[in-house]
T-cell receptor
Framework: AAGVIQSPRHLIKEKRETATLKCYPI?????VYWYQQGPGQDPQFLIS???????DKGSIPDRFSAQQFSDYHSELNMSSLELGDSALYFC???????????????FGQGTRLTVV | RKEVEQDPGPFNVPEGATVAFNCTYS??????FFWYRQDCRKEPKLLMS???SGNEDGRFTAQLNRASQYISLLIRDSKLSDSATYLC??????????FGQGTTLQVKP
């Protein structure tokens, strides 16, 4: 079965550079979430989209932005990168269309960003 | 105070042991509850959803107590392959998934 696809898997950037992370959700899933996980930390919610509209916002820095496109894939744009942005970035998708469903979210393998 | 709290452990148990993890959440409007498993440097993988009536999947049993805002996971007959971090995840009424800090389990031969 198709899973959540993230690209790239690994990324090395220098301070003050920009990075774009991509996420392709499971087909027919309407919701995408972005999470940041630092070493030894639990995943921290950044932002989510439902049907291409931002549905919730967490601890996403102003230097970051994200969007969901018409084909439901999502991109996380990160500018003015800092050393502290080095982390694993996970994307997850779920089907939220039916409110009576205990809908699970499925995660991609993540993008490991290293800022040097 | 974190919205979802877990004992980080580590829990070190011998093979065959029964181990239980607990999780509490602060938002009484939370809608859905899950246990995820995360291996080192890998993505979280869904272990099981947690239903109000409690549910079981093989050696794993999950319980939910809405009145106490408490979730548990019981693992029976632990295997070496169960060694991982177990994440308690709560979904709020906006759909956002909130993670606990995870409980580390080490199963020893």
């Amino acid at each position: 079965a198709a899973g959540v696809i993230q690209s790239p898997r690994h990324l090395i950037k220098e301070k003050r550079e920009t990075a774009t992370l991509k996420c392709y959700p499971i087909p027919r899933h309407d919701t995408v979430y972005w999470y940041q996980q630092g070493p030894g930390q639990d995943p921290q919610f950044l932002i989510s989209f439902y049907e291409k509209m931002q549905s919730d916002k967490g601890s996403i820095p102003d230097r970051f932005s994200a969007q969901q496109f018409s084909d439901y894939h999502s991109e996380l744009n990160m500018s003015s990168l800092e050393l502290g942005d080095s982390a694993l970035y996970f994307c997850a998708s779920s089907l939220e269309g039916r409110l009576d469903m205990n809908t699970e979210a499925f995660f991609g393998q993540g993008t490991r960003l290293t800022v040097v | 105070r974190k919205e979802v709290e877990q004992d980080p452990g580590p829990f070190n148990v011998p093979e065959g042991a029964t181990v239980a993890f607990n999780c509490t959440y602060s938002n009484s409007a939370s809608q859905s509850f899950f246990w995820y498993r995360q291996d080192c440097r890998k993505e979280p993988k869904l272990l099981m959803s947690v239903y109000s009536s409690g549910n079981e999947d093989g050696r794993f049993t999950a319980q939910l107590n809405r009145a106490s805002q408490y979730i548990s996971l019981l693992i029976r007959d632990s295997k070496l392959s169960d060694s991982a971090t177990y994440l308690c995840v709560v979904k709020g009424n906006t759909g956002k998934l909130i993670f606990g800090q995870g409980t580390t389990l080490q199963v020893k031969p």
